[in-house]
């Protein structure tokens, strides 16, 4: 394996150059983001983004952003960047890897961004923990947003008027142009391809009593969306409405007799226009214009609190946690009524990841580590659970699948000293759906991420400055792998080889 390093002996002659006073505080930095088919960094304190070709095989390359970066987040074509003085906010539109910017004046100096799926329009926003930037007002109205037409550079500030103090998150419409906005109490809906189009919704039962969500899902075709709230057994349900060009919303409640503490929700394309509700007690499969012929509904003994999505109409539903007494896994067909429990030997360590129909479950305990498999079946007379549990060396740290392929790709720490003999202390396992044909990749160091980046798959390190290694794909071997250690100082200091 190949080992790059970005060299520190440039590190004296910096600090007292041009570029010193970046060096005067700690370090501050994000990532990695994917963007492009690339690696990304923030390094906040220099103000630089960082970017790390897996093809090219160079090392990393930095460039510089306008002011102290405020907010980040992957585009279809690179990063979008939030910078600038408070008095002269901007937000800067990356293209990778070139590094050619287009720069959009804002209207305010937002600290967050969230980037639609299909890359066309962003939402930004204020954290309500972060002060005001240098330069901007020292008061703001958190209830202000900017709208971002991404390819025609335009930015649109628009004030909302919720009674709540910020919004907590953002939801894009998959495939549509709407962004729901939720705060805590309220929820709004605004279009970004024309963000005069809007509707706020407070979320208030006819006794005052507030209702925060918690969680929001658009329906596949778009008309609908599913709210779950803190402490209500109900799903509330705003059908998306056109009244002479402009947006309204009608509000339902779902809900099944007898449904306690509602854990979970979920849509699938292959459930249609009905969203899934896991209770302590019940699964339900609940219409959303409220047909009551429409729903669906299983018994549960097991407290279950996640609900997986197989495909064509297939769920799996298992706890999350470490208890021991939280072992149960079930999967449910809605539409056949059939429902079948089973158990796994050790409580899961993260969300189950899917491919090619399979569910895959990180499993944690012990000296070593444990992944089981699960798929399920349609016989003619019943639904079928089969779990195979596989042994994996180490803990398993992180999961991240490749699609094409439909391989599973696990973080490894092996939780061993290295010695002479064997300087292994991590390592990525790669497993494929079906066949359930494995392979691995031992690293020098424990894997605290792993992730599929463009046609290879890397694996980060714990390490502040920055300590990815990177393998091919098709290609988990040693040889040909490449670690790359000190990646934020890329750009700033010299690259050495060893």
């Given amino acids: 394996m190949r080992r790059l390093l970005f060299s520190l002996l440039a590190l004296a002659t910096v600090a007292c150059g041009s570029r010193g006073a970046r060096w005067d505080e700690p370090l501050e930095a994000e990532g990695p983001f994917v963007a492009a088919d690339r690696l990304v960094w923030l390094n906040r304190t220099a103000s630089l983004l960082v970017v790390l070709d897996p093809q090219g095989g160079d090392g990393a390359r930095a460039f510089d952003m306008v002011g102290r970066i405020r907010g980040a987040a992957p585009w279809s074509g690179g990063m979008a960047i939030l910078g600038g003085r408070g008095d ?37 926003r204020f ?44 939801v894009f419409q998959p495939g549509g142009t709407l962004a729901a906005l939720l705060f805590d109490n309220a929820i709004a809906l605004v279009d970004t391809a024309a963000p005069a189009r809007r509707v706020q919704v407070p979320l208030k039962l006819r006794d005052g009593t507030a209702l925060r969500p918690a969680e929001a899902l658009f329906s596949p075709d778009r008309s609908f969306l599913f709210v779950r709230a803190v402490g209500s057994e109900d799903v509330l349900t705003l059908e998306l409405l056109e009244a002479a060009g ?35 007690s019940h699964v339900a499969l609940l219409d959303a214009t409220g047909d009551s012929g429409a729903t669906h509904v299983a018994a549960l ?25 939280r072992l149960s896994v079930a999967a449910w067909d809605p539409a056949a009524g059939r429902l079948v429990v089973d158990r796994l030997e050790r409580p899961l360590a993260g969300a189950p990841v899917v491919a090619n129909g399979e569910a895959f479950l990180p499993q944690q305990g012990g000296t070593t580590g444990a992944l089981t498999v699960a798929r399920v079946e349609r016989d003619p007379a019943r639904l079928r659970l089969d779990l195979q549990a596989l042994q ?70 714990d390490d502040r400055l920055g300590d990815v290694t990177l393998a091919p794909l098709r290609s988990l071997r040693r040889e040909d792998a490449v670690r790359y250690e000190g990646v934020l100082l890329g750009g700033l200091f010299d690259r050495g080889e060893e």
């Fill in 88 to 124: 002269a906010p901007t937000l800067e539109i990356v293209r990778l890897p070139g590094g050619e910017r287009r720069r959009i004046a804002l209207g305010a100096a937002w600290d967050e961004i969230a980037v639609a799926p299909d890359g066309t329009h962003a939402v930004l």
């Fill in 127 to 170: 954290d309500p923990d972060v002060p005001p930037a240098a330069g901007a007002p020292p008061v703001r109205n958190l209830n202000e947003i900017g709208v971002v037409d991404l390819a025609a550079g335009s930015a649109t500030t628009v004030v909302l008027q919720t009674e709540a103090l910020v919004p907590r998150a953002v």
């Fill in 246 to 280: 402009a947006l309204d919303v009608s509000i339902n409640f779902l809900f099944v007799a007898g449904g306690r503490s509602l854990q979970d929700i979920a849509v699938a394309e292959a459930l249609g226009n009905a969203v899934v509700a896991l209770y302590a």
């Fill in 301 to 325: 003994e097991p407290d279950l609190d996640r609900i997986t999505d197989l495909g064509d109409g297939l769920l799996l539903l298992t706890a999350q946690g470490f208890a021991t007494d």
């Fill in 392 to 461: 994996v060396a180490g803990q398993i740290t992180s999961t991240a699948v490749d699609g094409a392929s439909g391989v599973v790709f696990l973080g490894l720490d092996l939780q061993r000293p290295a010695t002479v003999d064997d300087t292994a202390t991590g390592g990525v396992a790669a497993i494929t759906a079906g066949s359930l044909a494995s392979d691995g990749l031992l690293l020098d160091a424990p894997v605290r991420q792993v992730g599929v980046v463009g046609g290879s798959i890397y694996a980060l390190h």
